[in-house]
């Protein structure tokens, strides 16, 4: 990626680490540990936008000549939000109420570069419709994953044959950095063709 300046993310996650590989993108993962907003924007993707920038901002102070990616991703249905669950009981009652109905995630994205006055956010929004499930097939569900770091008690990239009806729109969102908005936005910034594998 010549185009590109040195790229961070700020975030510990190995799933936004792995989505940024696949856009053949070299980065440094350096964490933002800020305390995240939940309250105080009426559409959620508007607060999915702002956790990504307060997640950005501290980091991009420390490097202004690196662009620093961050992201904030959020389940919901309707005006509830699904976090990540305490355990698994909790995992159990999320997937409980979004069983049979389609439900949004929403992936906010901040990149910042001081270097260049790059302030950018955006979000995208994926609708997920599950299938019927009974409190059996919830319980196998989560024998077969690990609930408890991922927002909405589930991860669509592991057995969602078990889980989820329909998918519409961007899987990678879901999962927790939308590659293909991602990838529009750094080619009109930086005007470089980035390939990806989603």
Sequence with gaps: M????PVILASASPRRSELL??????????PSHVEEIIDGYDFIPDLCEANARIKAEPIAD?????????ADTMVYLEDNIFGKP?????????????QGRTHQVSTGVSLIYHNEEINKSLSVITNVTFLQLNPQQISEYLNKIDPLDKAGGYAIQEHKELIS??????IS???????????EELNSLFGEKIEEEW
């Excluded at 009652?93 to 979004?98: A, E, Q």
């Excluded at 969102?173 to 293909?180: D, F, K, M, Q, R």
């Design 86 to 98: 305490t355990d698994l009981e909790d995992a159990h009652h999320m997937i409980s109420k979004l």
């Design 62 to 70: 420390l490097h202004p000549e690196c662009l620093v990616i961050a």
């Design 2 to 5: 010549d185009n590109l300046p």
């Design 173 to 183: 969102n879901v999962i927790g950095l939308p590659v293909e908005r991602l990838k």
């Design 165 to 170: 009806k329909r998918v519409s729109g961007s």
């Design 21 to 30: 590989t696949s856009m053949d993108i070299e980065f440094e993962v350096v």
